[in-house]
């Protein structure tokens, strides 16, 4: 009788481990969410207003929802989701796109197919075989999003390659030559640490063929350091990095405590994915840190041991050799992440000795 009972809590407790597994880079689910024929794409794209000079549809392609494992920053293994674009073909050895986006407050995704989607939709009709990570805390990822914080953003994006690639046949595609990186503002921190941990941990198994990071706040101690005081229409991105750090060292009920009231109470409610950025921002003064409280602001300008401060300088993301080339995309009347971050990561990777890297710059400047 005994012998029974063990073996039915065996048998239990093997398939709730079995559920999720206790290592990253596992696919655990996939999902086909939608499928576009070639002339159902450009027939989308004109809808749109999606001139074909920037995004021809060349051949059909379909969307998978994917759920697999990765690492939270408290070490621990959780669910992280993403999707997947991939052309409709005969199976093939294609080039492989990693697309990071750009920042999402609401947890929930909405499948739109236009902005970033469109992007990807756009890439694997021209045959490319694309992947575009959730990061962790969004979509049908468990936790909390961590906005900014490179060893997660790399982490998911590393360990998504890694599932999907694993299985990449059932896919439609036989496997990938080259390897591309990109992405948008937070995409584009998450772009440059994804670069940076292949480099150094994955090399046997990937050589990044190319990466075009685009206005991301690579220096992210001097994005929020030097902007202070200074008057800035989007505060809420401040409010979410404060989250991302309490959330991180394993305190998120902490998120008010640097703020005044009664911002200390009616903030964390706005950060729990709910709610849109322009939410956050209503909430707060369009100086950011006239919403902190004096006492710690006074810390952070003046100490640099302050903890705050040094995990914003341990999440930046420039400072290091890429091998392999780098074109760092900006625009000069950015509102949001200010330009300069591209010319210090530019400046910075030159001086470290990186052949390949450059600089280019969209719009007029002023």
Not at 1 to 8: C, Y
Not at 210 to 232: C, F, L, Q, W
Not at 358 to 366: P, S, T
């Amino acid at each position: 009788m005994r012998t029974i009972s063990t073996l039915v809590l065996w048998l239990f407790f093997s398939t709730l481990m079995a559920e999720t597994p206790a290592v990253a880079g596992v696919l655990l689910e996939k999902r086909l969410v939608k499928s576009f024929s070639e002339e159902e794409l450009k027939a989308l794209f004109k809808k749109n207003r999606i001139p074909s000079i920037f995004f021809a549809a060349k051949k059909g392609i379909n969307i998978y929802d994917v759920l697999y494992t990765t690492t939270y920053a408290d070490g621990s293994i959780v669910k992280a989701s993403g999707l997947v674009f991939a052309p409709i073909a005969e199976k093939r050895v294609l080039p492989m796109m990693v697309y990071n986006q750009g920042t999402e407050i609401c947890r929930e995704r909405v499948f739109s197919f236009r902005g970033e989607q469109a992007v990807c939709m756009a890439y694997a009709s021209d045959d490319y075989f694309v992947l575009m990570p959730d990061y962790v805390g969004m979509a049908s990822g468990e936790r909390c999003h961590l906005y900014l914080h490179a060893q997660t953003e790399a982490d998911a994006t590393v360990d998504m390659m890694n599932a999907v690639t694993d299985s990449i046949e059932s896919f439609g595609v036989a496997g990938f030559n080259k390897l591309f990186l990109s992405g948008y503002s937070q995409g584009g921190h998450a772009c440059l640490a994804t670069h940076k941990l292949l480099q150094e941990k994955y090399s046997n198994r990937y050589e990044v063929t190319a990466n075009s990071p685009m206005s991301g706040p690579y220096d992210v101690y001097y994005t929020i350091y030097e902007g202070r005081n200074k008057h800035y229409d989007y505060p809420g991105y401040m409010a979410y990095i404060f989250k991302g750090y309490y959330e991180s060292i394993g305190q998120p009920e902490r998120v008010g405590e640097a703020f005044i009231s009664p911002i200390d109470t009616l903030l964390p409610t706005l950060l729990t994915g709910e709610y849109p950025m322009e939410e956050v921002d209503k909430l707060l003064p369009d100086t950011a840190f006239k919403a902190v409280k004096p006492e710690f602001y006074r810390a952070f300008e003046s100490d640099p041991e302050q903890p705050f401060r040094k995990y914003l300088v341990s999440n930046n993301v420039y400072d290091w050799k890429p091998e392999a080339p780098v074109q760092l995309c900006y625009c000069n009347s950015d509102e949001q992440v200010t330009y300069k971050n591209s010319i210090i990561a530019y400046e910075t990777m030159v001086r470290n000795g990186a052949k390949q890297v450059e600089l280019w710059r969209a719009g007029k400047k002023f």
